[in-house]
Nanobody, 115 residues
C-alpha cells in the first residue's frame, strides 16, 4: 500500500500563507482522486479540496479563493497552497489518495494561525 506523508504545517499569522505537501511512497499517477481534509478536536473530518486524475478541482466554500490544490505526478506529491489564512483554519490537515475503492491516508500536519 502506498504511504502518504504530509509536511509544511506550522505556525503563521493571520493573513499569511503556507504550502502543505503530501509525498507518496509510490506512484500517484493512477490515483483517480486526491484530497485534503482537516479535522479539529471533537469535530468531524471536513473535506477541504479535491483534485481528480484529469486535474479537475473542487473546494469547500470556506476556502474557495484562498486555497489551491495541485498535484505533481512526476514527483508523486500533492500540494495545498493556503493563502489569506484565518484563525479558524487552525487544525490538523490530512491528505488522502483514492485508487478506486482503495484509499490511503497520511498522518496529518498541524496548521496554527494566530490572530
Amino acid at each position: 500500500q502506498v504511504q502518504l506523508v504530509e509536511s509544511g504545517g506550522g505556525l503563521v499569522q493571520a493573513g499569511g500563507s503556507l504550502r502543505l505537501s503530501c509525498a507518496a511512497s509510490g506512484s500517484i499517477f493512477s490515483a483517480n482522486a486526491m484530497h485534503w481534509y482537516r479535522q479539529a478536536p471533537g469535530k468531524q473530518r471536513e473535506l477541504v479540496a479535491t483534485i481528480t486524475s484529469i486535474g479537475s478541482t473542487n473546494y469547500a466554500d470556506s476556502v474557495k479563493g484562498r486555497f489551491t490544490i495541485s498535484r505533481d505526478n512526476a514527483k508523486n506529491t500533492l500540494y495545498l497552497q493556503m493563502n489569506s489564512l484565518k484563525p479558524e483554519d487552525t487544525t490538523v490537515y490530512y491528505c488522502r489518495a483514492d485508487w478506486g475503492l482503495r484509499r490511503s491516508w497520511g498522518q496529518g500536519t498541524q496548521v496554527t494561525v494566530s490572530s
